[in-house]
Structure formats: structure tokens, C-alpha cells
């Protein structure tokens, strides 16, 4: 079955924008956050590196929030996505 | 038995006794409380500040630095007459000048393995101030360790960060970052910047925090997290969870002392941009003012192209780091080449990046432009 196409939002943090056009969010298509990743990278191919590592699986200091919750506590990556779902990225930033 | 108010007391914390959810049992909760604010940067300077002003009655500051006139576009417990001056004794100067009936205690030396617990054992809360990411795990893990929160605090350009991690209640630092960005992925705010304001507002928050949990009043963002983008101005919260395999605070923890940070995270424990690529792999200004008068040179400034409207070299050219990679066939790997950024550290990358890539002929711009700016050419600035 074709997995339907939903349109999310993610956003990125300003530490990443850099590699977005300097987009705060961009839309994704995808059913599930690991698709929506793939559609983000599609967009972005420069972010890879900076999420995942070479193996495919999302860097360990990379968090992906889904609305409030952690996909790590959902599903990972395999986390399904209704319409209009909100991704956001929590990067590691150290300054103060 | 909290300690009591004197009646010039009574009269300058006016503004709290009159809140209910202070009073002067709270007042009185605050004099006898004691907190610890690691860095007085930019954000240990509005946490250091509000916290001396709300009566906190013993305060700790650690830090070794000293003010730098670049320092002052954000850390504002500090003042021009102070450059040069120790943090900790400038600040310390301030917020007696702002209350004189606390006790201020300044540890000038860095934040480490060796000295963390002798400094953190006597305060009932430990601020996390601090500017690399060595330094958060061990604060973290400290915390853990003496089991007191840990009121968290980072910034970087225009994001901001707040959550308060007590293990005894909630998840730790570690439990959302097991692990720190591999060097060099991540910024520091000495290579990419921040927006003076930016640790104002993510330090007031902190303090904010700090007074809640002091007072035992509110809901302190224990298992949450607070992002703050000042650009969107938005703010979204966002839940957090023990980790179970977290290796501190889980139930299967391996870490049970403190580790040498710098080596886990490998990078140093400070944010002061003054790279150097190692022996054999650095020249300093000095050296390559005398190299360029004779040999033919080419300089890369992998700076970002908005740096060079402060500062260039005649005749380097520009590929920013992040596009180095995909740009190695702009360059010649037979000719000798000199690497430079602001400070060193990313034109230390460049070089390892270079290197990996079968360049040999390269060398590292010891402190940047910066340092030719010092040593060589001052006409240029320093920023």
C-alpha cells in the first residue's frame, strides 16, 4: 500500500538554518518521521551530516521532538505522522 | 531554623514580602538558601545579579577568566572600568554594590574533575552558566552525584535553552544528551556569535527557576524543556523523560565518578577561539609576515564571507568551512597553503579536513587574524 502523503511542518533551529536557506521551517511529506527525514533531506542535502550518522540511524546528540513528545519515547523514527504534525529539532548548543 | 530580617531588611525586600507566595517566611527561606553560578558570563551575569538582589543569602561564582572589552555587549554584571579585572571579582563587586547583606564566595579557578564537588557540596542549587560543552557534563554529572538541581541554561546566536535537570525528580542533561556533537560540529558563541540580549533573557529565566526551587513554590520546569528562538520570538516546551540507559542517573548507571570532560567531549573546557592544529602544523603571524615577503603563499580565510567585511588578507581567498568538502577541487594540494580563520580553531579543522584529504603543504594560522592583527598589521581589527 502506498504510504499516504502527509505534509508536516519541522523546525529548525538557528544553528542549522544555515544549511536551509536560512528556512525556520520547512515542510516535509512523509507518513512516518523517518520518511519525513528523507523528504527534509531531499530538500536540505547538506543537513545530512549533521543528523545522521553513516550508518543512516539520527546522530545520539540530535533530538526530534513530535509536538511535545520525543520520537525516542514514540515510535523513533518509525513514529507514524498525521496532517499537519509538528516536528521540531533540539540541537546540543553549549554557549553562555 | 531560618534566619530572621533585620528592619533594613524588612524594607528592601518590601516587593517580595508582599507577594503571598513569598512573605517573610520565604524571605527568610532565601537568606538562609545558598546557590552556585558556574561562569559569570552572559548568562551567570543576570543569574548572579537578580539572584544577590532577591536576597539569596550566600552566592558562589566560579570562573578564572578575566573581563575582556568583548565580553560587555552581553555580560552586564561586568563595566568598562573592569576590563581586565577578574569575573569573579568584578562581579562579586557589583552585586555587594547591589546588596550588601549577603555573602558573596568567589572560586577563581576553572571548573574541573578535581575541584567540582569541594565546590559544589555546601549549595542547595548549581546554576549552569558555563560556555563549552566539557564543562555542562561535568556540571550535570556533579549535580547528579551530590544530587542537587542543576538549573540549566545555553544559548547560541539567537536560540536559548532552559530546563532544570534533578535526578532526584526527573530527568538529567544526559538523559537528552547522552552524548556531546562530535569537535567542531557545533558552534561556540566565540566562533559563531550571540545576540547580547540572548542570555538576559535565557539567564533571567534560569534565576527565575533558581528562586522557585529555592522557595519551594510554582512548577519549576523539572522534566521539561523551554526553547526559546529570539528571531521567531517563540517558545515552545516540550516534555522529558528519565532515560533508562541513561549512564548516570539510570538504573543500570556505569559513570559513578567524575571523568575527564575534555576527553569525552574532545574539545577543551573554555570557549576562547585560539586554535591551534598541533606541532609541527601551526605558523604564527610573525612567521608568515617574514614567508610571504619571500615565498609565494596561497591563504584560505575559511571564515564566513560576512567576517570579511571586518578584517581580510590581500589576496587570501574565501571558502567558508562548511563548504570546504565540497570545494576541495578549487584548490592546488602542490602548492604551500595557509590556512587561517578569526581565532585558529576553525581554520584548525579546515587543516585536519585538508590533511585527510592528501593535502601536505598546509599550515595553520596560529590565532588567526586576530594575531596578525596583534603582531603584524595594526591597522587591522581585533574582534
Known sequence: MRERLNMSILKIPTPLRSYTNGQAEVTVNGGTVASAMTSLIEQYPALKPHLFSEGGDLRAFVNLFLGEHNIKDLQGLETPLGESDRLILIPSIAGG | MLPGLTREEILRYSRHLLIPEVGLEGQRKLKGSSALVIGTGGLGSPVALYLAAAGVGRIGLVDYDVVDSSNLQRQVIHGTNGIGKLKVESARDRMLDLNPDIEVEVYNEPFTSENAMRIAKDYDVIIDGTDNFPTRYLTNDVSVFLGKPNIYGSIFRFDGQVSVFYAKEGPCYRCLFPEPPPPGLVPSCAEGGVLGVLPGTIGTLQATEA??????????????????????MSFDFVKLKKNPKCRVCGPNADIKELIDYEEFCGVPGHDHEEGSAGTGWDITA????????????????????????????????????????????????????????????????ALELLVSAGFKKVKNLKGGINAWAKDVDMNLPVY
Not at chain 2, 528562586?211 to 526559546?228: E, F, N, T
Not at chain 2, 619571500?294 to 588578507?313: A, C
Not at chain 2, 568551512?321 to 584548490?331: K, N, V, W
Request: hydrophobic share 40%.
Open chain 2, 211 to 232: 528562586l522557585k526551587v529555592l522557595l519551594g513554590i510554582g512548577d519549576p520546569l523539572i522534566g521539561k524543556l523551554l526553547l526559546y528562538n529570539a528571531l521567531d
Open chain 2, 286 to 349: 610573525s612567521e608568515l609576515y617574514e614567508r610571504v615577503k619571500t615565498n609565494h603563499l596561497k591563504l584560505l580565510d575559511v571564515r564566513e564571507p560576512h567576517e570579511l567585511e571586518i578584517s581580510k588578507l590581500p589576496n587570501a581567498v574565501n571558502i567558508p568551512l562548511g563548504q570546504l568538502a565540497g570545494r576541495l577541487a578549487e584548490l592546488d594540494s602542490a602548492e604551500d597553503m595557509v590556512v587561517f580563520c578569526k581565532g585558529g580553531t576553525r581554520s584548525a579543522r
